[in-house]
């Protein structure tokens, strides 16, 4: 006599198995589009300046190799404290300054210094204490100007030179005269040490133009700023070394009505002049944002729309030129404490990644590479975070091609995919690979089936994990199992790859992301 089965099992039976979402991939005709080769890159804030003795942390060897790891690229020193430095060749440097640029003078600027261990030691344990000062007074708005020296410059030069970034110097662009024109003698001041020093760097004016008033009671419509790029572009071809360098700007906040303006109105009057048009973007309100914003597919596409409108205003003022995003990351005020330096954060990281080269976006500059507050890519004890690894990975894997990519049979604002022709740099892969990166936003697994003419190539995954019982909360990720960490303090680990089974399904678990190289895909664009 046949037992009829528990009621539990005939349950399960019943339920289908979940079906694989089909991806379609554009491997056939032109990309969709490209962006620059340095489209990643990073940024310090100018509040790292507040006491310039910090900005000597940069001599790190730690902190340099980790900066090589994402290089190369664009190093951006700007931010709210741009526009509160002042430049004073005659002033004496900090004891620290002097102290680290006289080893330098010894042992050269990409030496190790060890000499200096003990005065960072020192400064790394007072950092805590000046980081509570800096985001209480940007909380508070009481910003007040700093001067910094020549040593606080060839510091900051040096670490991007040595890193193998090109350093994006930002101008102070609240002295004026009379309240109304930029005041530009303390900016040919800079302008000429660093020529004498033969410092190969290009230039922003002022920092979110459209918060002027808020921060210093100055308001400077966008013509009047537009003029203010035209004198410092003359100011600039006075030096032969700076006759064609870069001008970035206006370096914008969020593009709401009266910013729109003000951008609209500053390429009207000096957009001839810069090189790219820059912006700033951030999600949400570090003080207020929540775990559920940074997986709420409704707020990462905020950035798409925000995208949209910069565009729109470019091509109707400054057809053709490049637009950048000047500054970004996952909230404003300095990040969301315990959320944005943890695996969570990569949601947002890698989507905007993704939309930002799909919509036409030439380079993305991340708030912040290191400093205050808690978006950065390295915290106060030089320990990568994850938003670093996945830079890391991104930089490795993603090439500049941008190609078309969707999936059917799922929800596309919750499994969120993206293609690109394989960064040809990596030594593994060749021309004709193709990398997939995708998130999921689902709270279980999802499985991703190829195309059937790619089910005879061979994939490597790269899925990325958060470590330890935090869960997606956790500062610790792992790649296909194993625990990311740096092997000695200028040894960054190999990034090994895991081998799919032809054929198999791209297999994401719930609230995760990772990067697919579909190897011999020998996609036309890619070649």
């Known amino acids: 006599m046949l037992v009829p089965p528990p009621p539990l099992l005939l349950l399960l039976l019943a339920v289908p198995p979940r079906q694989a979402a089909e991806l379609r991939l554009g491997l056939r005709g032109s990309p969709r589009g ?20 910090f900005i000597t942390l940069l001599s790190n060897p730690k902190l340099r190799t980790l900066a090589r790891g994402l290089s190369p690229g664009f190093l951006r020193f ?18 620290e300054e002097e102290i680290l640029s006289g080893l330098q003078a010894e042992e050269g600027a990409c030496g190790a210094q060890p000499g200096f261990a003990a005065v960072q030691e020192l400064l790394l344990a007072q950092w805590p204490s000046q980081e509570k000062l800096l985001l209480t007074e940007h909380s508070q708005k009481k910003h007040k100007n700093t001067t910094i020296t020549g040593h606080t410059l060839d510091i900051l030069h ?20 009379r309240g109304r024109e930029w005041d530009s003698s303390n900016a040919g001041q800079l302008l000429g040490y660093c020529a004498r020093r033969g410092y190969n760097l290009s230039w922003e004016l002022g920092n979110e133009p459209n918060s002027f008033k808020k921060k210093s009671g100055i308001y400077i419509d966008g013509s009047q700023l537009g003029r203010d790029f035209i004198h410092l572009r003359r100011l600039l071809s006075q030096h032969p070394l700076y006759r064609h360098a870069k001008l970035y700007g206006p370096d914008v906040g969020q593009p709401r ?48 729309t925000a995208v949209h409108d910069v565009l729109e205003i470019v091509a109707a003022t400054v057809p053709g030129k490049k637009v950048w995003l000047g500054e970004t990351s996952s909230a404003y005020g300095g990040g969301a404490p315990q959320l944005s330096n943890t695996y969570l954060a990569g949601f947002m990281w890698l989507d905007k990644l993704g939309l930002a080269a799909r919509q036409g976006i030439d380079v993305v500059m991340r708030q912040v590479f290191f400093g205050a507050g808690s978006y950065h890519l390295v915290d106060a004890s030089f320990e990568p975070l994850p938003d670093y690894w996945l830079s890391l990975l991104y930089k490795r894997l993603v090439g500049t091609r941008v190609l078309e990519a969707s999936v059917a049979g799922a929800d596309a604002r919750r499994l969120r995919v993206y293609l690109h022709c394989t960064n040809p740099q990596h030594p593994k892969y060749q021309e004709g690979d193709v990398t997939l990166f995708a998130l999921n936003l689902y709270n279980v697994s999802q499985k991703l089936q190829l195309p059937r003419q790619l089910w005879s190539k061979q994939v490597d995954q790269y899925l990325l994990l958060p470590h330890g019982k935090e869960s997606i909360l956790s500062r610790r990720v792992q790649l296909n199992g194993r625990l990311l960490q740096m092997v000695d303090e200028e040894t960054l680990p190999t990034l090994h790859e895991a081998a799919l089974a ?26």
């Open 34 to 53: 490209s962006v620059s080769p340095a489209f990643l890159s990073l940024t310090l804030d100018a509040s790292l300046a507040r006491e310039p003795r």
């Open 78 to 95: 700007g931010g709210t404290s741009t526009d509160f430095l002042i430049f004073d060749p005659h002033k004496d440097s900090t004891l």
């Open 158 to 177: 040096g670490f991007a030179n040595c890193s193998g970034f090109h350093l994006v110097f930002g101008l102070n662009a609240l002295l004026r005269r």
């Open 257 to 304: 009505k009266h910013t729109q303006h003000l951008l609209r109105s500053f390429l009207k009057s000096g957009g001839k002049v810069i090189d790219s048009v820059t912006w700033h973007h951030y999600y949400v309100n570090g003080r207020s944002a929540t775990r559920e914003d940074f997986l709420s597919p409704a707020v990462l596409d905020t950035f798409a």
């Open 502 to 527: 032809p054929g198999s399904a791209l297999g994401l678990p719930a609230f995760s992301y990772g990067f697919y190289v579909i190897r011999k895909a020998k996609a036309i664009a890619c070649i």
